[in-house]
Structure formats: C-alpha cells, structure tokens
C-alpha cells in the first residue's frame, strides 16, 4: 500500500536515529510530512537532508523535557506544514542497574526523557489535535514497561509510567469525542544506537548480549516497530485506542 498516511502531519521526537529515524522514514514514504526532533543539531539536519527535501521533512533542535520547547515545537510544525495530526513520543534513553545500586541522580535523569517528556508531549498534542478534529498519538514504551527486571530498575520505571499514563489519556479522549486516539508500543530487542552502545545514556549492549533469548534468536529491525507505526497513525486503525502494540520476536510470551 502507499499514501496510507497522505495529508497528515507527523512529529517524531528523538527522530535522527534508531527507532524514529526508520518511523519518520516510512511516514515519507507514506504521504505524511514530518518533523524530526534530537538534540544534536548535526546529526538531526543531516538526517533530514538524507530522508527528503525541506517540502516533506524538517529537523528541529528538541529537548522533550522542556515544556516551552513543546510550544516552540509545535508552532514551527504547523507553520512548516499545517495542523498537527500524529505525534510519536518516541525521545527516550537506556540504563542498566539494580535497585541497590542506582542512584536517584541517573533515575530522574532518565525519568525526565522518558516519561516526563512523554507527558507533556501528550499534553501539548492534545491541546493541538482537539483544534483541528483530532489524531494519533502514539507513546513508545517498551517491553520493559510490561514485566520487571533485576538490572532495568529505573528504566522498568519510566517505561511502565509511559503505559499506564498512556490508557489514561486514551479514555480521557475517547469518553470527552475529542477523536484523539493514544497507543502504546512495546518494542523488544530491536538493533539500534541504543543497543549497539552508540546512544545516548548507559550502553546496554553487553546487556542485550546475555539476555537475547526471544523464541526467535534474533533481534528486530527498526522497520518492524516503523510499520507498527505507519498502522497507527493511519486511519486502519481508527478503533484501536489505549492497547499496546508488543512487537518483541516472542520475548514476553515466554
């Protein structure tokens, strides 16, 4: 199929690399005009020169945890391409350690990319979409936000606040006829910065090492999670609000 996503306008925070740089991709590639966000400018335009012309991409320079970046963002976004129909919370980073040896420094830290960031996309898109008859949101947790582990303490944290505050918003627009749907996605082990050791924050990949045990053997590719995506912003799934969308080889059925 092609243009399931023509006419929309998407943003994707942390959108250079990994997961949002394949989701932006096949959002082009789709119909939709995106935004991408990051917070290494060279690397962010250099993304966007590579997936498409200034007429379907544009990078901007983001910090998810700062609410008047929210602002800023979304105001360049419709005036670059118009009203905001898709936002894809997708900014986050790793870590790996224990609950005796974490500190509260490294935890807010990455509390505050994970989830907080989260939240006031949510609300910022929110306060966007019910202007202009609603669209997708679509919030990246993690298969770490559906079942615990010993060394992801902080991260179980910030992934399992991003799904719960996710089904809250979901009933919240559907019992208010805001036409908002939000959705969460739960990758697994998927070949990314963040796995490889290249990513923001701790690497994770000797990490990933010891625990790829999913029924298939392998780990994913940034397109399963990308066309996960592409459905849910879509109109195909026009029903689906509050569900989680797992996408792990099998891991958590285990």
């Given amino acids: 199929m092609v243009d399931r996503l023509k006419g929309k306008v998407a943003i994707v925070t942390g959108g250079t690399t990994g997961l949002g740089k394949a989701i932006a991709q096949r959002f082009i590639d789709e119909g939709a005009k995106v935004v991408i966000t990051g917070r290494r400018a060279n690397v962010g335009e250099a993304t966007a020169a590579e997936l498409g012309g200034d007429d379907v ?10 609410e008047q970046g929210w ?6 976004t419709e005036e670059a391409f ?15 350690n224990d609950i005796e040896h974490d500190t509260f420094e490294a935890y807010r830290k990455l509390m505050s990319i994970n989830a907080d960031g989260m939240y006031l996309g949510t609300q910022y898109g929110f306060r966007a979409m019910k202007e202009h008859g609603g669209g997708s949101i679509i919030n990246m947790s993690s298969i770490l936000g559906l079942v615990g582990d010993t060394m992801t303490a902080s991260y179980n944290a910030s992934k399992g606040a991003v799904r719960l505050f996710s089904k809250s918003a979901a009933v919240y627009a559907a019992q208010n006829d805001l036409n908002i749907r939000v959705n969460t996605v739960h990758p697994g082990y998927i070949a990314t910065p963040m796995t490889d050791g290249s990513g923001e ?22 397109d ?31």
């Fill in 224 to 254: 399963d999670i990308a066309w996960i995506c592409v459905y849910l912003a879509s109109d195909e799934s026009k029903f689906a609000t509050g569900a989680e969308f797992v996408i792990d080889g099998g891991y958590t059925a285990q």
């Fill in 82 to 96: 118009g009203p905001l129909n898709v936002l894809v919370n997708n900014a986050g980073i790793g870590a790996t």
């Fill in 71 to 76: 602002k800023d963002l979304i105001a360049y």
């Fill in 57 to 66: 991409i544009r990078f901007q320079q983001h910090d998810s945890a700062d």
């Fill in 201 to 222: 924050g701790d690497s994770v990949a000797p990490y990933v090492t010891q625990r790829l045990k999913t029924p298939m053997g392998r780990m994913g590719e940034p």
